[in-house]
T-cell receptor, first 108, second 116 residues
Framework: RKEVEQDPGPFNVPEGATVAFNCTYS??????FFWYRQDCRKEPKLLMS???SGNEDGRFTAQLNRASQYISLLIRDSKLSDSATYLC?????????FGAGTTVTVRA | DAGVTQSPTHLIKTRGQQVTLRCSPK?????VSWYQQALGQGPQFIFQ???????QRGNFPDRFSGHQFPNYSSELNVNALLLGDSALYLC???????????????FGPGTRLTVL
């Protein structure tokens, strides 16, 4: 079983819509979690860290459920510029373990 | 403030050859990690260097080796290249300090390696 599993999508949504997707992880001792964003043929960039209490960064809301071992990301009021692959990431002191990514396309 | 830089940007090699990729970390960072990203997949951890030593290694064969220099820059070497080594190789830097815990990893633009 992969360490981090994501729904690959694609999620194709109109501008202004809300889109949400999850990922699951297998290591219950995992320490930290993140969402990274990756544009086509570019490097991953940190979008936000994920905390058990849930956290928001503008239009983005992340949630961590340690009991069920899943992480979610919600994007409100989608913009064309939100089109990207979103990578769910589990981290420890040394390495990041990535999911394969969820592709989101926002259409005009 | 320069971010993480990598060279070269693109590289084409043939099977059996050897390749060296280079990475300069973000200013103030002391730790370098290397990842391999195949098409359609998430990045896979190769290894991490701190204080010029390999601190942890992912599930990659010994053909993959690395080095970290006193100025914190790093090299990734791959010997006896296989077709399956074709991928985007990403370097990430972070600040660990003296046991302060892992810092956020920032990625360079990557080196795209094609093995023919």
């Amino acid at each position: 079983r992969k360490e981090v599993e994501q729904d690959p999508g694609p999620f194709n949504v109109p501008e202004g819509a809300t889109v949400a997707f999850n990922c699951t992880y297998s290591n219950s001792a995992s320490q930290s979690f993140f969402w990274y964003r990756q544009d086509c043929r570019k490097e991953p960039k940190l979008l936000m860290s994920v905390y058990s209490s849930g956290n928001e960064d503008g239009r983005f809301t992340a949630q961590l459920n340690r009991a069920s071992q899943y992480i979610s990301l919600l994007i409100r009021d989608s913009k064309l510029s939100d089109s990207a692959t979103y990578l769910c990431v589990r981290g420890n002191d040394y390495k990041l373990s990535f999911g394969a990514g969820t592709t989101v396309t926002v259409r005009a | 403030d320069a971010g993480v830089t990598q060279s070269p940007t693109h590289l084409i090699k043939t099977r059996g050859q050897q390749v060296t990729l280079r990475c300069s970390p973000k200013s103030g960072h002391d730790t370098v990690s290397w990842y391999q990203q195949a098409l359609g997949q998430g990045p896979q951890f190769i290894f991490q260097y701190y204080e010029e030593e390999e601190r942890q290694r992912g599930n990659f064969p010994d053909r993959f080796s690395g080095h970290q220099f006193p100025n914190y820059s790093s090299e990734l070497n791959v010997n006896a290249l296989l077709l399956g080594d074709s991928a985007l190789y990403l370097c990430a830097s972070s600040f660990y300090g003296k046991g302060g815990g892992a810092g956020t990893q920032y990625f360079g633009p990557g080196t795209r390696l094609t093995v023919l």
